[in-house]
């Protein structure tokens, strides 16, 4: 749909972080036909000051009604990431009590944290609570493809998630304050 331009009216849109267009309005109006815009979609044409959302234009009458806009960052429950912001340190808590299970001396159990045997606790936890965010982000109506499939590298999905959902990177922070401290710690 690239350069496909009929009338005056010339927009441009956002998909996958890429700046596309200029299509015609009955292109777009296509582009939201098939789904490839929905509620959330960023267009722009000459007169705004601004990327603006689709169903912000008058646009919007194109829009499925019967779906609704993904909910906003305001109202996602945000109590599963900030677990995860908090995971590498929840995680090394659990190294060492499973060590200390194990090994029944506090001295070996030690050892055995320090040593990393007991780091895939610190993995799970990590990995679990992003895939487990990521679906109830979905379940809010949040179109989490743009993640890219980054979902299993944690400080990139807390980054995308905070751009995705318009906050701030505070859960962001914490986690790689939290890693850094493991790190140095170690």
Not at 53 to 67: F, G, K, S, V
Not at 81 to 105: C, D, N, Q
Not at 158 to 180: E, G
Request: with cysteine; aromatic share 12%; net charge negative.
């Amino acid at each position: 749909m690239e350069n496909s331009t009929t009338g005056n009216e010339i927009w441009f849109y956002e998909l996958n972080g890429e700046r596309k267009g200029g299509v015609s309005e009955t292109d777009l109006i296509t582009l939201i036909s098939n789904g490839t815009l929905r509620h959330g979609s960023s267009v722009w044409k000459k007169g705004f000051a601004d990327w603006t959302n689709i169903e912000d234009t008058q646009l919007r009458e194109h829009l499925d009604d019967t779906t609704p806009p993904p909910l906003t960052g305001a109202k996602v429950n945000n109590t599963v990431v900030w677990i995860l912001a908090f995971a590498p340190l929840i995680g090394l808590t659990l190294e060492y009590f499973v060590a200390y299970m194990v090994h029944s001396s506090e001295y070996r159990a030690e050892q055995a944290v320090a040593s990393g045997h007991f780091i895939f606790i610190t993995l799970i936890l990590n990995i679990a609570l992003s895939f487990l965010d990521e679906k109830r982000l979905k379940k809010a109506g949040t179109d989490t493809s743009t993640f890219g499939g980054w979902v299993w590298l944690v400080p990139v999905y807390l980054y995308q998630r905070s751009q995705a959902l318009k906050q701030n990177l505070a859960y962001f922070i914490v986690w790689i304050v939290c890693f850094l401290l493991i790190v140095v710690g170690a």
